[in-house]
Structure formats: C-alpha cells, structure tokens
C-alpha cells in the first residue's frame, strides 16, 4: 500500500462539470484529488479489506436482531420510544435495503480496524462507483497507469442489480428520489443514485424533502399530490423522526429506502454493542456507553463521538488526559460512545481512511479519503485507488 504522484489529467474539471459531479472542488479547495493515488495489492484488498467487510456486515446484522428483542438495548440507540415498534416491524419483515459503507483504519500491513458504519445515508458514491473508474480508465490509455492495472470497484454494476432485485419486490411502483435543498453534494448522489435506478427499469422521480407535504389520510405526496409509495431518501432517520410530519410515520403505507431498521445502523450505540457481542474481534476496536468508557486506555487514547454524529462533527480525541484532536458541529445532546483510539495511517501529510462499500449484502468496492487532520469530515480530499501486483 503506497501514495503514488500521477500528472492530472487535462481538462477534467470541465469534464466534470458536464457530467454533473459540480462538487469536485468546494470552499475553493480540492475535493477529488488526482496528483496522486494509492496503489494496493490483489491480497490486501481480498483479504485486508473485502474479506473483514463481508464479516463486519453479519456482525451489524446479528447486532440488529439483538436490539430488536431488547428494550434496553432499544434505549441505548436515543430514538424515540414510539417509533420502536415501527423499527422492530420494518426488520421482522426483513424489508430490502439498499447499501451501507464502513469506514475502516487500514495500513497495508495490519488488521483494518473498524470506524464506523454510515449505512442509512452514505455519501461520496459517486466518486466512488463511477467517477474513479472514469480517471482509472483514461490514465490507462494515456499510458499513465500499465494496461493490466484493476480497481476495487463493481459498484456500479452492484447497485443496478440491487435496484433491478428490489424493482421485482415493488413491481407496481415508481420511485421518488429525495433529498434537502442547497446541499450540493447530496443531491449530486440523488442523481447517479437514480441514474441506476432508471438503468434497473424503475420509474423516478424526484421530489426535494422540504416538498414532500401529506394528505388527510396520513400519506406522503409530492408537490404534484402523487402519493409516495416507493422512496428513497438520502435524509436520517434521527431527523425524520424529529420532523413535523414524524406522527406520520407508522401509518403511512411508503416504502423506504432505506428501510427503518437501519436508523439502528446510522447510530454509534452499534459500536459498543459490537464489540459487547464480538469481544476482541480482529477488525474491531474495544468501545463502551459512557458508563463503562473506565475500561479504556487513557494511554492508548480514548476518541469521543456524539451517537448521531455525522461528517465527523462533534468528534474529540483525548490521549494521556490531552485533546490531540476535535471538530466543531451540534451533536452530542442525544449522549456520547467511547472508543479505543487506533492512528490512521499517514502518508506524507495526510492521513488515511480507506471506505468499503456494501451493496445489498455484498461487498462493491470501496473510496478513500485524506485529510491533514485526524478527524476525517465532509470536506476531506477523496483520492482514488489502484490494484496492481
């Protein structure tokens, strides 16, 4: 695993305009970066980073049915107490997801170590799926990058699968596409998210969160008043059950995507829990509720993070009894987990953390993210991959 400097190619950010990926650059800083990229080998993608993915993902499963028959449990995650039994239906029926993405610590040499998991409302898909393929693609027939150079990369072909499966289980009905206005990024996502779904044979339609209203029988519409019946929303479910239309919620006949069981996987309650249910797990890192955050090593380091804590908001790392590191934002009322602090790999001046990607219950590929700073957040650069040897 090694940074690897590369010529840009010419004229790419008109290409990306024209494509629609209008957020390569934002607040006048790089966000896709292409003066270099990281360089793995065939073994560590299979078995450091594919291979822990697809264990890491029946982990939070096993998780979910834990806390499903649990109140307590129920009661770590801060959701509501009226929109439980709402959750506990959606996963008794087991309703279809779509895709979800680990956040993992990764060198090259050691066991990857798990974050975090971003699995109701994942974002850097895109660059991920489609836009790093693209450069893989045209640096190779520059003969920048030898012919027989691979990338961790089927997400593309995965997520219109997904679609093409969950098309069969919703036969009858179109699908709305929502997200919050002014957030370049999200609907950016929106977008190629629903390009696949067009490319699955789903009817879309797009509709912005802030629009969707809701008739007299407690059912969600577009601005055309079109019942939704079908939707995915690239919006948490933490905010939706904190929304006006919240007491909606149970009785509306909308499918979702994703479903509600996974406002139990968008939430950092999952990682005590995992490590309480999977103790010493290889690719786990110890992490307690705040009544047992004792038992972490000061020495080691202890990071901090707010349960609903999204984009690495709100996020402190405390070694030796000193913040080495914190990020702004206004999460945390909602409580606090602690786990063990593991450094992310460094290269140059930038540090690393390696996204894997889940479609359906498969592992896709994955995106890697650098920052100077040890908190990785929105606005950290995304440098794209390569396998070779």
Not at 35 to 49: C, M, N, P, V
Request: charged share 25%.
């Amino acid at each position: 695993m090694i940074k690897v400097p590369i010529n840009e190619r010419p004229n790419w950010r008109t290409q990306a305009q024209e494509i629609g990926f209008k957020f390569h650059t934002m607040h006048g800083q790089p966000y896709w970066d292409e003066r270099a990229y990281y360089q793995f080998s065939l073994k560590q993608i299979e078995q450091g980073i594919e291979a822990p993915t697809v264990e890491l993902h029946q982990m939070l499963l096993h998780v979910v049915d834990k806390v499903c028959n649990d109140d307590a449990l129920m009661q770590r995650f801060a959701i509501p107490e009226p929109f439980w039994h709402m959750i506990r239906r959606s996963w008794l029926r087991r309703d279809p997801h779509l895709y979800g993405r680990f956040d993992l610590c990764y060198d090259g040499r050691h066991n990857a170590k798990l974050l975090e998991a971003n699995y109701d409302t994942p974002t850097s898909l895109f660059e991920s799926a489609y836009w790093q393929w693209i450069w893989l693609e045209q640096q190779v027939s520059a003969g920048l990058l030898p012919k027989h150079t691979d990338q961790f990369n089927s997400i593309q072909e995965q997520l219109i699968a997904r679609f093409r499966h969950l098309h069969k289980l919703n036969r009858s009905k179109g699908l709305h596409f929502s997200c919050c206005k002014d957030t370049v990024e999200d609907k950016g996502t929106i977008d190629y998210l629903k390009s696949c779904a067009i490319e699955a044979g789903i009817r879309s339609k797009f509709v912005y969160i802030e629009d969707i209203g809701i008739d007299t029988h407690r059912q969600f519409t577009d601005l055309d008043d079109t019942s939704i019946s079908w939707c995915f929303k690239l919006y948490p479910w933490e905010f939706m059950f904190e929304d006006e239309y919240a007491y909606a919620l149970a009785d509306s006949k909308t499918t979702w995507l994703e479903p509600s069981w996974k406002a139990l996987l968008s939430n950092k309650a999952i990682l005590p829990l995992l490590w309480q249910h999977f103790p010493n797990h290889p690719n786990l890192l110890p992490a307690y509720f705040s009544d047992q955050k004792h038992q972490l090593s000061t020495r080691q380091g202890i990071v901090k993070k707010p349960i609903f804590s999204r984009e690495g908001a709100n996020i402190e790392i405390r070694q030796n009894n000193q913040v080495i590191a914190q990020s702004s934002g206004s999460y945390g009322e909602e409580g606090f987990v602690y786990q063990a602090y593991s450094p992310l790999p460094k290269f140059e001046d930038e540090y690393l953390v390696v996204g894997s990607w889940v479609v359906g219950d498969e592992p896709s590929g994955m995106g890697l993210r650098a920052d100077k700073s040890l908190i990785t957040q929105d606005l950290s650069r995304f440098i794209p991959h390569i396998i070779l040897g």
